[in-house]
């Protein structure tokens, strides 16, 4: 059974900081989907990795595909009171629709 | 608003009414998801279908939960005879296809929040 391991659970940081969310995994991924939840509303799609070693970025958000494809992250600059929510990751394998989601990291911004 | 819509957005139900969920998604898409989110936890699948047909249901309970995508209309989130153990927050989301890696992104709905008293 696939598995994505997500750390930490819980982050609470102050405005301006920056910092790493993980998303890690035993098996092999064809590609990865980081989301972002916000309390009382569906998913927002991120990003799409699909390359190993692939570095994506989205303004102060920058994303990270590992070589082995079994393995991403997330760094935030600078975050800010609207980065606040839950951050999930998602691996799919080549030629399923199938969906394993990450255990997510809910992340706090402080003022 | 182009984007995956569904409703009712909160739903009351008493112990053995039925639930009924229903989900349009993204213009365009003819490939439908049902995840189930309990508080405090990730996103689990349940059911994968496109247009008249389930592809896969691993995820739902055998007993009491249907779905369907007809040739017209939304998709439906069954529920018959509630149980407490059902409240929890149902996703949909809808891609353009299934295979390729841009093709069968998800994008998901806001949920609708079923509620078992």
């Known amino acids: 059974t696939q598995l994505l391991e997500q750390s930490p659970q819980f982050l609470s940081i102050q405005e301006g900081e920056n910092l790493t969310v993980y998303c890690n995994s035993s098996?092999?991924?064809?590609?990865l989907q980081w989301y972002r939840q916000e309390p009382g509303e569906g998913p927002v799609l991120l990003v799409t990795?699909?390359?190993?070693?692939e570095v994506k970025k989205l303004k102060r958000l920058t994303f990270q595909f590992g070589d082995a494809r079994k393995d991403s992250s997330l760094h935030i600059t600078a975050a800010q009171p609207g980065d606040t929510g839950l951050y999930l990751c998602?691996?799919?394998?080549?030629?399923?629709?199938?969906?394993?989601f990450g255990t997510g990291t809910r992340l706090k911004v402080l003022a | 608003n182009a984007g995956v819509m569904q409703n009712p957005r909160h739903l009351v139900r008493r112990r053995g009414q039925e639930a009924r969920l229903r989900c349009s998604p993204m213009k365009g898409h003819s490939h439908v998801y049902w995840y189930r989110q309990l508080p405090e936890e990730g996103l689990k699948f349940m059911v994968y279908l496109q247009k008249e047909n389930i592809i896969d249901e691993s995820g739902m309970p055998k007993e009491r939960f249907s779905a369907e995508f007809p040739k017209e209309g939304p998709s439906i989130l069954r529920i018959q005879q509630v149980v407490r153990g059902d409240s929890a927050a149902y996703f949909c989301a809808s891609s353009l296809a299934s295979g390729g890696a841009s093709l069968y992104e998800q994008y998901f709905g806001p949920g609708t929040r079923l509620t078992v008293t």
């Open positions: 998602a691996g799919t394998n080549s030629g399923t629709y199938k969906y394993i």
């Open positions: 990795v699909v390359t190993g070693g």
């Open positions: 098996s092999v991924f064809s590609s």
